[in-house]
Nanobody
Framework: QVQLVESGGGLVQAGGSLRLSCAASGRTFSSYGMGWFRQAPGKEREFVAAISWNGGTTTYADSVKGRFIISRDNFKNTVSLQMNSLKPEDTAVYYC??????????????????WGQGTQVTVSS
């Protein structure tokens, strides 16, 4: 079993920044890819960013590319999402997720087996 706990959400003005963190426990964190997803009211959950098990590969949704940065610390069992130049359309609940396969990496929701409870990010215009 894997436990994921997100933190760092909040209210920010457009153009501002926030840093989300996710603390993982319960299995060998360093062997699994991690991802961030988000879900806005009335919309489906969507991919935001993913990072490979060793941090060597990252991928981003086009909507956040150049503004968001995903990183991980395998010593602290954490994954972070630095969000810059935030826009009102970034408003959503953000979820941290752990890939279901050892050494796995990807952008598809179905690939991820474990999810955190989510943290709200609200960007005001």
């Amino acid at each position: 079993q894997v436990q994921l706990v997100e933190s760092g959400g909040g209210l920010v003005q457009a153009g501002g920044s926030l840093r989300l963190s996710c603390a993982a426990s319960g299995r060998t964190f360093s062997s699994y890819g991690m991802g961030w997803f988000r879900q806005a009211p009335g919309k489906e959950r969507e991919f935001v960013a993913a990072i490979s098990w060793n941090g060597g590969t990252t991928t981003y949704a086009d909507s956040v590319k150049g503004r968001f940065i995903i990183s991980r610390d395998n010593f602290k069992n954490t994954v972070s999402l630095q969000m810059n130049s935030l826009k009102p359309e970034d408003t959503a609940v953000y979820y941290c997720a752990a890939h279901g396969s050892r050494l796995g990496f990807g952008a598809q929701i179905k690939e991820y087996a474990y999810w955190g409870q989510g943290t709200q990010v609200t960007v005001s215009s």
